[in-house]
């Protein structure tokens, strides 16, 4: 009898597991289409700002002696985005072996570069990794808004031009065919001419003041309009990996449920027929005394 009242409340325990995990999934779902929509503006404000900053490359020759274009020195910074919590499935694990891997083939890049990391879980990552030197000693959490995007970046921009670092590259994953995420490790500042897509609106601009003043004005959109997009597709990945995480998690909680209730009903079955046996054993018994 006690194996059956353990096995109950096993069966109710994996019941609140499925429950709880099944809520995860529905939030993860809600969020993922917000984030979605969100990420399609933004590339669709990108484009805008691409095409027209190409516009300009294209009539101004002198553009790569703007400082924005300028790399001085070898100190590099690395941004990496991960989560703020767990159970996110390989989400963050695929961030820091990119990282490992990336230091174990060239291990002279420790003494040239700095971290900074958006989200808590790759923080006590780089905090309990005492060889990778952290450019930002509180954590930024990864619930960033559109203003703590534009001061980051202002921040960044006015530390590069003081020479704190020459360069700056993104770690984050990229979300590809839906449920295959990529990490991908890609150059944020200084910025070339590769980085706009070969679109040309075929508009001729009048400029005023000056193509360099326009020039200077629209690049640092650029940059957090860049920089927001890869947030929000980091974003969209985790979500994504969540979801998936905890449909699976759902699923196993389900089947372990589901052999649960067998060997209740086994058991439960044993226990009717033994008792069905002793009342039989006891009757054949008085029978036997008559």
């Known amino acids: 009898m006690s194996n059956l009242k353990e096995i109950k409340r096993r069966i109710l325990s994996v019941e609140s597991?499925?429950?709880?995990?099944?809520?995860?999934?529905?939030?993860?779902?809600?969020?993922?289409?917000?984030?979605?929509d969100l990420l399609i503006q933004v590339k669709i404000y990108l484009d805008y700002i691409e095409m027209i900053l190409l516009d300009i490359l294209l009539t101004e020759k002198k553009y790569e002696k703007n400082q924005y274009f300028l790399e001085k020195g070898?100190?590099?910074?690395?941004?990496?985005?991960?989560?703020?919590?767990g159970l996110c499935g390989s989400f963050n694990s695929l961030i820091f072996?990119?990282?490992?891997?990336?230091f174990q083939k060239k291990s002279?890049?420790?003494?040239?570069?700095?971290?900074?990391?958006?989200?808590?879980?790759?923080?006590?990552?780089?905090?309990?990794?005492?060889?990778?030197?952290?450019?930002?000693?509180n954590c930024i959490e990864s619930n960033l808004s559109n203003q703590k995007?534009?001061?980051l970046v202002s921040e960044l921009i006015f530390d590069c031009f003081k020479n704190k670092f020459s360069s700056i590259y993104l770690i984050y994953n990229h979300l590809k065919k839906s449920l295959f995420q990529e990490t991908i490790v890609e150059k944020f500042f200084p910025i070339t001419a590769?980085?706009?897509k070969k679109k040309t609106s075929e508009i001729s601009y009048i400029l005023e003041p000056s193509q360099e003043k326009i020039f200077n004005f629209l690049i640092p959109k650029f940059l957090n309009a860049k920089l927001l997009k890869i947030f929000w597709e980091s974003t969209t990945a985790e979500h994504t990996a969540r979801m998936i995480?905890?449909?699976?998690?759902?699923?196993?909680a389900s089947d372990i449920k589901h052999d649960l209730i067998l060997n209740y009903n086994k058991e439960r079955q044993s226990t009717i027929t033994k008792e069905i046996l002793e009342i039989i054993s006891g009757l054949e018994s008085i029978n036997k005394k008559k």
């Open 17 to 36: 597991v499925i429950k709880t995990t099944e809520a995860m999934k529905m939030i993860s779902v809600v969020k993922l289409r917000k984030t979605k």
């Open 74 to 85: 070898k100190m590099k910074l690395f941004i990496v985005f991960t989560s703020d919590r």
């Open 97 to 102: 072996e990119k990282i490992n891997n990336l």
């Open 108 to 137: 002279n890049l420790h003494n040239e570069c700095m971290f900074l990391s958006i989200g808590k879980k790759g923080f006590d990552f780089l905090c309990k990794n005492r060889k990778y030197v952290i450019y930002n000693k």
């Open 149 to 151: 995007i534009r001061s």
């Open 194 to 196: 590769k980085d706009f």
């Open 245 to 252: 995480s905890m449909h699976k998690a759902t699923e196993n």
